[in-house]
């Protein structure tokens, strides 16, 4: 192996590595309801879209996910409403999150598909498990696609995710994905 | 009997939440001899467009054929019941079902069937065997249909309503049919009785802590308070409870003069100007009348609306005594600039549903009421809905508002009474 291939393979590594531990950082600050912390991973100008499935003919794949920008999905907002969002929760008065519920996140299959100077594009999986009072559970998996920023530190600027379920089996969308 | 104790009085019984037999009759009773919204002429733009969509509990073909009449057929096979449509939407010229292959024009008709020659030896008469058709109406754009061949004409079945779900299909502007579905319908699970939903939509004007925490945050785009932009509007008006004999109920403010606009939607100008425009035009339109602003209702049984700023149709679908499914339509004004459309249909986004800030506390409440319907004891004490006592007035404070309708001013479970007397007379009759 020469040592440029072997420097390439290292700086992969670091960057795997990288990613990886803003995930595993990133899903403490959720699980450990340090919500306002976690929006600090997110750049001012972040989007955060989860679109809607559908149920379609095999030739249409392009149809099977509500469109961002243009559609009904179950997210398609800014840091702002995001913001929104943690403050309804950390306020003791939004009863589908108070009590709050205990969440486990994990984040899976991390896969750097693009390393740009400026951005990384980073397919991945989540698995979410809810749990409120005693026996108000729900369970959540999809695909996630995110645009992380390179600066200082990383920033989500854009986060995708595909979840499988067409009709919600959940009554409320009070976590972050 | 009486089933649900004494609803006029304002006296429910708990186990019309919970009884899986009162659930069974009430899909005979309530539901098979109702009108139900199944969808909106924007869904189908083009001839053999399709999508499918729910009477009562069951999966309905919703299609446009050729020459542009729309059909809304039971979709399953009539051999073995099969869904003849496995899609969401989508365009077809034929439905074939994939166990036997029995085929279907968009009418419904039979047109295919495997061995019809040999096999059946001319003995299947095919006009009796197409897929099951229901009685279609058009209002203003909505799309409704009844299975049932002895329910009213969808109007004598809305009578009074029909000034209502015409307003709601109206314009911001009071142009009729002015409103166009965005792309995706919304749809998830509940687990409480399809009741709370309904009787919350019918009028329940009190639930003030369920939305403390978007009142505290203004997620209304007014840039005042509060989660409703018309929360701004500080025009005099009357807060009114309106029931119609049908079950039927609508909330409303009707305004004390026709008044000049005022600021719902500063928190994006190019919206608020928009909306500055259609109120001048809607009180051109309209006349007096305009000093109606609806802001949401029923109609019997399962419908929903909202309106004042989030035009959104849904439907609960009853899936069993304690589980519903939920269907929301997001309506933007057709002829909007695209900035409205966008900005309604992010301020529904983060309003309704399972996603919005605001319906995440009602259903919160909705499925822990469910819980207090089912104890050995809790369930033989009936709910309480005698907040303001009848004073109601019929057709009135105007009587353009109805001839037949009943309405009380103010806070008031005036509409929950009504609707559950019109569920109980169905259910005891």
């Known amino acids: 192996?020469?040592?440029?291939?072997?420097?390439?393979?290292?700086?992969?590594?670091?960057?795997?590595?990288?990613?990886?531990?803003?995930?595993?950082?990133?899903?403490?600050?959720?699980?450990?309801?340090?919500?306002?912390?976690?929006?600090?991973?997110?750049?001012?100008?972040?989007?955060?879209?989860?679109?809607?499935?559908?149920?379609?003919?095999?030739?249409?794949?392009?149809?099977?996910?509500?469109?961002?920008?243009?559609?009904?999905?179950?997210?398609?907002?800014?840091?702002?409403?995001?913001?929104?969002?943690?403050?309804?929760?950390?306020?003791?008065?939004?009863?589908a999150e108070e009590p709050r519920s205990r969440t486990i996140h994990a984040v899976t299959n991390v896969n750097i598909v693009k390393a740009g100077e400026g951005e990384l594009t980073v397919h991945s999986r989540i698995i979410v498990s809810q749990h409120r009072q005693d026996d108000d559970i729900n369970h959540f998996v999809g695909k996630r696609i995110d645009l992380l920023r390179r600066g200082a530190t990383l920033q989500v600027a854009h986060r995708t995710i595909y979840l499988n379920q067409s009709v919600l089996l959940a009554k409320g969308l009070t976590t972050f994905f | 009997m009486s089933i649900a104790a004494n609803p006029a009085g304002g006296i429910v019984s708990r186990e019309i939440f919970s009884s899986e037999t009162l659930f069974a009759k009430e899909l005979e009773r309530v539901f098979a001899p109702s009108w139900a919204f199944v969808g909106h002429t924007s869904q189908l733009a083009?001839?053999?467009?399709?999508?499918?969509?729910?009477?009562?509990?069951?999966?309905?073909?919703?299609?446009r054929e050729k020459g542009?009449?729309?059909?809304?057929?039971?979709?399953?096979?009539?051999?073995?019941?099969?869904?003849?449509?496995?899609?969401?939407?989508?365009?077809?010229?034929?439905?074939?079902?994939?166990?036997?292959?029995?085929?279907?024009d968009l009418g419904g008709g039979l047109t295919g069937v495997p061995k019809f020659n040999e096999g059946y030896r001319g003995g299947l008469d095919r006009a009796q065997w197409g897929l099951i058709k229901a009685r279609t109406e058009i209002f203003y754009g909505s799309i409704w249909a009844?299975?049932?061949?002895?329910?009213?004409s969808l109007e004598d079945y809305l009578g009074d309503m029909t000034?209502?779900?015409?307003?709601?299909?109206?314009?911001?502007?009071?142009?009729?049919?002015?409103?166009?579905?965005?792309?995706?319908?919304?749809?998830?699970?509940?687990?409480?009785?399809?009741?709370?939903?309904?009787?919350?939509?019918?009028?329940?004007?009190?639930h003030y802590p369920t939305h403390l925490s978007v009142n505290r945050l203004n997620i209304s785009l007014s840039g005042k308070a509060e989660r409703h932009p018309f929360a701004a509007v500080k025009a005099p008006f009357k807060f009114l409870n309106i029931a119609h004999p049908g079950g039927h109920t609508v909330r409303a403010n009707l305004y004390e003069a026709l008044t000049p606009y005022e600021s719902?939607?500063?928190?994006?100008?190019?919206?608020?100007?928009?909306?500055?425009?259609?109120?001048?035009?809607?009180?051109?339109?309209?006349?007096?009348?305009?000093?109606l602003y609806s802001r949401g209702g029923i109609v019997f049984p399962n419908m929903h609306y909202n309106t004042g700023g989030r035009t959104t149709i849904g439907i609960w679908i009853p899936v069993s005594a304690h589980e519903t499914e939920v269907w929301r339509w997001l309506f933007v004004p057709r002829n909007?600039?695209?900035?409205?459309?966008?900005?309604?249909?992010?301020?529904?986004?983060?309003?309704?549903?399972?996603g919005g800030m605001t319906e995440q506390d009602d259903m919160e409440n909705w499925s822990a009421a469910q819980r207090g319907t089912t104890g050995t004891w809790s369930?033989?004490?009936?709910?309480?809905?005698?907040?303001?006592?009848?004073?109601?007035?019929?057709?009135?404070?105007?009587?353009?508002?109805?001839?037949?309708?009943?309405?009380?001013?103010?806070?008031?479970?005036?509409?929950?009474?009504?609707?559950?007397?019109?569920?109980?007379?169905?259910?005891?009759a």
């Not at chain 2, 009844?146 to 009213?152: E, K, R, T």
């Not at chain 2, 928009?274 to 309209?286: D, I, N, P, S, V």
Request: negative net charge; contains cysteine; charged residues 25%.
């Open chain 2, 146 to 152: 009844s299975f049932d061949p002895s329910a009213p």
């Open chain 2, 68 to 104: 542009g009449a729309i059909n809304v057929l039971l979709n399953s096979c009539r051999h073995r019941g099969m869904p003849v449509c496995r899609y969401d939407d989508g365009n077809a010229s034929v439905f074939t079902c994939s166990y036997h292959g029995w085929s279907y």
């Open chain 2, 264 to 291: 719902m939607w500063a928190a994006v100008p190019e919206v608020d100007a928009y909306y500055k425009e259609a109120h001048e035009a809607r009180q051109k339109r309209l006349g007096d009348k305009a000093r």
């Open chain 2, 336 to 354: 909007a600039p695209q900035i409205v459309k966008d900005t309604l249909r992010h301020f529904y986004m983060r309003y309704a549903g399972p």
């Open chain 2, 163 to 206: 000034l209502y779900l015409r307003d709601l299909l109206q314009g911001p502007d009071g142009e009729d049919d002015g409103y166009e579905v965005i792309g995706g319908i919304v749809k998830w699970k509940m687990p409480s009785n399809w009741k709370f939903g309904a009787e919350n939509f019918s009028g329940d004007h009190s």
């Open chain 2, 46 to 63: 083009n001839d053999g467009d399709y999508v499918l969509s729910r009477v009562g509990q069951e999966s309905v073909i919703v299609v």
């Open chain 2, 379 to 428: 369930r033989r004490h009936p709910f309480n809905y005698q907040l303001s006592p009848d004073d109601a007035h019929r057709a009135w404070p105007e009587p353009w508002l109805g001839k037949d309708v009943m309405v009380v001013a103010g806070v008031s479970e005036h509409n929950q009474r009504s609707f559950y007397t019109r569920w109980n007379e169905l259910m005891s």
């Open chain 1, 1 to 95: 192996m020469s040592v440029d291939t072997q420097a390439a393979g290292l700086a992969q590594l670091l960057l795997q590595r990288e990613v990886e531990a803003f995930y595993t950082n990133e899903v403490e600050l959720l699980d450990d309801r340090r919500f306002t912390e976690w929006l600090d991973l997110f750049a001012d100008d972040a989007r955060y879209w989860m679109p809607i499935a559908r149920n379609v003919a095999f030739d249409r794949p392009e149809h099977e996910y509500t469109r961002e920008r243009a559609d009904a999905n179950w997210f398609d907002e800014g840091k702002d409403d995001l913001t929104k969002r943690v403050q309804q929760i950390v306020g003791g008065d939004h009863w």
